[in-house]
Nanobody
Framework: VQLQASGGGLVQPGGSLRLTCDAS????????IGWLRQAPGQEREWVSY????????EYADSVKGRFTISGDNARNLVFLQMNSLKPEDTAIYSC???????????????????WGQGTQVTVSS
């Protein structure tokens, strides 16, 4: 089972990017996807979450109102639309999959079963 995050790049402050988490190799249907990010010298931060079963979504306070998570269940893809990007959003963004029911909260590392490689997002003028 592999997850692949893509869509990162260099963008100016105020710009937008859309990240994609590709879980097309999954045969499971009862899973959720979480997005997390890590900047150099900083702790890992969970950014957003979506359940494939009921569509429940969650967001970190730092991205609420700017980021939107959505899914294409037919293709096992999850998108993270990032608008009004700020320099502090610069990080490597990765996605992870949790087999439901979720063990712990959506920001609990131990609740996730599969991890993908990240994609670099750089917000700079």
């Amino acid at each position: 089972v592999q997850l692949q995050a893509s869509g990162g790049g260099l963008v100016q402050p105020g710009g937008s990017l859309r990240l994609t988490c590709d879980a097309s190799g999954f045969t499971l249907r009862n899973y959720a996807i979480g997005w997390l990010r890590q900047a150099p010298g900083q702790e890992r931060e969970w950014v957003s979450y979506i359940s494939r079963i009921d569509g429940r979504t969650e967001y970190a306070d730092s991205v609420k109102g700017r980021f939107t998570i959505s899914g294409d269940n037919a293709r096992n893809l999850v998108f993270l639309q990032m608008n009004s990007l700020k320099p502090e959003d610069t990080a490597i963004y990765s996605c992870a999959a949790a087999v439901l029911p979720l063990r712990g909260g959506w920001t609990s590392l131990s609740g996730y079963d599969y991890w993908g490689q990240g994609t670099q997002v750089t917000v700079s003028s």
